[in-house]
């Protein structure tokens, strides 16, 4: 066989000459299906990608409805009795702040054995009135508005 492509390419060694048509073999089937391949590789990278995509939205979904609960079941109430308090104590403290006033002008020049005889007087129980509401108001609205305060804030500390 001399001559031959066989002994051209390596001298005459058979074995080189087969694994060269192995190799050709399988760099002409690695052509044929590297199409197939990229397209599969893509698509695992996509189906990654999109793994992802939805893991991050799904995360941020799930912080976006513990704040939601946050915001309805703790903070909003605890908002509302504080401004519900804060509003009943500045009436409170302009009432007051005006009957002093008042009580001041009334009781200038009142003596101690004088003030006993003025104790039945219109003008005086008046201002028991005030001192009354003031105590109901506290009684009735503001301290229980705190202890609401209270239990929401132990039955729902994990929300802070």
């Not at 492509?5 to 089937?29: A, S, V, W």
Request: one cysteine or more.
């Amino acid at each position: 066989m001399s001559g031959s492509l066989l002994e051209k390419r390596n001298g005459g060694q058979c074995p080189t000459y087969i694994h060269y048509d192995i190799m050709e073999y399988f760099l002409k089937i690695f052509d044929s299906i590297k199409g197939f391949l990229f397209t599969i590789v893509g698509a695992l990278v996509g189906a990654y990608g999109v793994y992802k995509y939805g893991l991050k939205q799904s995360q941020i979904k799930a912080r976006l409805e513990f704040i939601e609960k946050q915001i309805q079941e703790f903070y909003s109430p605890m908002v509302g009795l504080i401004t519900d308090i804060i509003a009943k104590n500045e009436l409170r403290i302009k009432i007051s702040k005006a009957s002093d006033v008042e009580w001041r002008k009334i009781m200038e020049d009142v003596t101690p054995v004088v003030y006993e005889h003025l104790k039945d007087n219109s003008e005086i129980k008046k201002f028991s009135k005030i001192i009354e509401y003031d105590n109901e108001e506290l009684i009735r609205h503001i301290i229980p508005s705190y202890k609401k305060m209270l239990v929401i804030f132990q039955e729902k500390i994990w929300l802070t």
